[in-house]
């Protein structure tokens, strides 16, 4: 089979290194791809967004199977594009990715159909969303309404910030048009939890449950990135929470995109609060999420191709998802100073007998060399019996993986270590 994997970052490394362990892909193209991943299948210099271009190189080239990974092709409706063309692809079309493309949208969602999440107001007025913000409960979240790469969200602990943020998306328009709209939501509490789930539009399967580190320091401390790291199983998503956000998160998402004519198919991934009033939705993708791919497939004993296409095909129902037992833990290698400004372009050297633990995201093959060309560079993974095995032989492998102005968190999984059930 002929696949074609849309994105070029360490998820998509993820996704094409657990594609091929299926005997019937023989070839797998990336657009764009990276240096890293170009060991592992052939890159295209295609653009993400590039929609037209996609579908004809995907015409030409008779792609039998297109996985799309990241959001922005996703909301601007790759999928219903290549479907027009008769390519069947893994990923929700564009009116159903709006879950993740509008907060507004995914938040009037959850309210007409009694998902829990945090209470909220949505602004079009400046003015009004200042006024708001005079007597609303202290500390609040602002969130421009579209994307905005991941930095659209403010947690203000006083009112001036609060205020400082929506001035930047409304008047600044620092997000560009993604800010036209504003969320204000009520502050919650409890440890964060990643669930990524296959849905076809009528069931709903989750892989393992995964925790990110989003701080660029360690303890939680710095500016919010992509994510620093991530392990799986989340110590804190016990079955019995695992239930209540089956019965009163998942299935009645699908059933509320079924309801508005939005059949979500592809991964679901609820970003999940598990608050001291149950778990609640902080928010939805409608992709993978990265850096936790890089832990959840390689803890997926299924085959990925046989699962996605399930979801294409409506047949997830009868296609068994099986995760392994143990534990997994990424280590995210960045540059120093990422995410806000950092040099590129120093040589990667990473031993050959760990190449099958890395996920590439930034990096740049030159003349022969990998160079590194992003914030997030790659991500180490190890898989154990233990959380503690996990984290310790990520670590081992990173201290042999050297480029300058390389940086890293040193305590990714520490926080999961402590878990004590949930309390
Ligand atoms: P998001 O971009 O929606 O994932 O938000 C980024 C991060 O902000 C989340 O991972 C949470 O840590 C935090 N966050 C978002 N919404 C809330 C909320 N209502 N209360 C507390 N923290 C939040
Ligand atoms: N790691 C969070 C995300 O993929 O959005």
Redesign the pocket.
């Known amino acids: 089979m002929k696949i074609l994997v849309v994105g070029g970052g360490g998820r998509e490394h993820a996704i094409i290194k657990k594609l091929k362990e299926n005997k019937e892909v023989n070839t797998v193209f990336a657009l764009p791809g990276n240096g890293g991943i170009a060991k592992d299948a052939t890159c295209v210099p295609i653009g993400a967004c590039e929609i037209e271009k996609i579908v004809e190189f995907s015409k030409k080239e008779n792609i039998d199977y297109a996985v799309i990974a990241p959001d922005d092709p996703l909301v601007l409706g790759l999928v219903d594009a290549l479907e027009e063309v008769n390519i069947p692809c893994f990923g929700p079309n564009k009116n159903a990715a709006i879950i993740e493309g509008s907060k507004v949208f995914s938040k009037n969602l959850m309210k007409k159909y009694n998902i829990p999440t945090?209470s909220y107001e949505v602004f079009c007025d400046m003015e009004k969303a200042l006024e708001f913000l005079d007597t609303a409960p202290i500390p609040t979240?602002i969130?421009a309404d579209g994307l905005a790469l991941?930095k659209?969200?403010t947690?203000a602990f006083t009112r001036e910030e609060a205020k400082k943020a929506v001035k930047e998306a409304m008047e600044d328009k620092k997000f560009g048009k993604s800010g036209d709209n504003i969320v204000i939501?009520?502050?919650?509490?409890g440890p964060?939890v990643s669930v990524l789930a296959f849905t076809d539009g009528t069931c709903v399967k989750p892989m393992v449950s995964s925790m990110d580190h989003?701080r660029s320091g360690d303890n939680d401390t710095g500016l919010?990135t992509g994510g620093m790291g991530t392990v799986a199983p989340n110590p804190y998503y016990t079955d019995e929470i695992a239930k209540i956000c089956m019965d009163t998160i998942f299935m009645p998402t699908i059933n509320a995109m079924n309801k508005e004519g939005r059949t979500f198919k592809g991964c679901l991934y609820f970003?999940l609060?598990l608050t001291k009033n149950g778990p609640k939705v902080?928010?939805y993708n409608c992709r993978f999420g990265d850096p936790e791919t890089q832990v959840v497939l390689p803890l997926l004993e299924s085959d990925l191709l046989t699962a996605m296409m399930a979801t294409t095909n409506g047949t997830l129902k009868d296609t068994e998802i099986k995760i392994k037992k143990g534990n997994a833990c990424c280590v995210i290698m960045a540059s120093d100073g990422y995410p806000v400004s950092y040099k590129k372009g120093f040589e990667i050297t990473i031993p050959e007998s760990i190449n099958d633990s890395v996920y590439v995201a930034g990096a740049a093959l030159k003349e022969g060399k990998l160079l590194t060309s992003g914030g997030r560079v790659l991500g180490v993974t190890s898989i154990d019996d233990t959380l503690e095995g996990a984290i310790k032989k990520s670590y081992e492998k990173v201290k042999t993986i050297s480029f300058e102005n390389a940086y890293y968190r040193n305590d990714i999984g520490q926080r999961a270590l402590k878990a004590d059930g949930g309390k």
């Open positions: 945090a979240v969130k991941g659209g969200v947690i939501e009520e502050f919650l509490e964060e989003k919010n970003g609060m902080i928010e």
